[in-house]
């Protein structure tokens, strides 16, 4: 029967939230790992129509690996799902890592599960935990808290003072 490396998941508060490094091996050559999980987590909405926290953003992930993504189970319970891959024991530890705006937990019903074709295993790490609210300050996709001229203009001041050097070198440079 295959056996894995315990997996371990290691936190880390950084400037847009926190990033997950997930170590994980097989230690014998049987299917190899094909998938791995974590959740369930249980969001309001219809299937197919549920509103995500936020879309984890994918960092590192082996070769030959796709993105962390949100999947949604007819059951109504919703996954962070790494697949696409196949780690096989001579590959040897390998790195999974993506960064969440949600600090982790090693509460309610959210694990990780690893998956051998139909074949899983499920551990208590620590996870992200969308039961909480959503920061009010997220730093990657508003710009909430950055002023007015920001939120009403963008970038627009920025480009205007920066094309208005250029021309005024430009001009310098002509005389």
């Known amino acids: 029967m295959a056996s894995l490396t315990a997996p371990f998941i290691e936190t880390q508060l950084v400037v847009t939230g926190t990033n997950y490094f997930l170590t994980i091996a097989e230690t014998s050559d049987q299917n190899g790992i094909t998938r791995i999980e974590i959740g369930p987590y ?79 295993e499920t551990f208590r790490l620590s996870v992200p935990d969308y039961n909480q609210k959503p920061p009010i300050r997220n730093s990657r996709r508003d710009s909430f808290g950055l002023g007015q001229v920001y939120q009403k203009w963008g970038c627009m001041p920025q480009v205007i003072l920066c094309a208005t050097i250029i021309t005024a070198i430009l001009l310098t440079l002509k005389k």
């Open 42 to 120: 249980y969001f309001d909405g219809a299937e197919g129509q549920k509103k995500y926290p936020e879309s984890a953003t994918n960092e590192l992930v082996p070769a030959g690996w796709g993105p962390i993504h949100w999947v949604q189970e007819s059951d109504g319970s919703s996954w962070l799902r790494f697949d696409g891959g196949k780690l096989v024991p001579s590959d040897g530890n390998r790195v999974f890592q993506f960064t969440s705006n949600f600090p982790p937990s090693n509460e309610g019903l959210a694990k990780l599960t690893v998956w051998r074709g139909t074949r899983s």
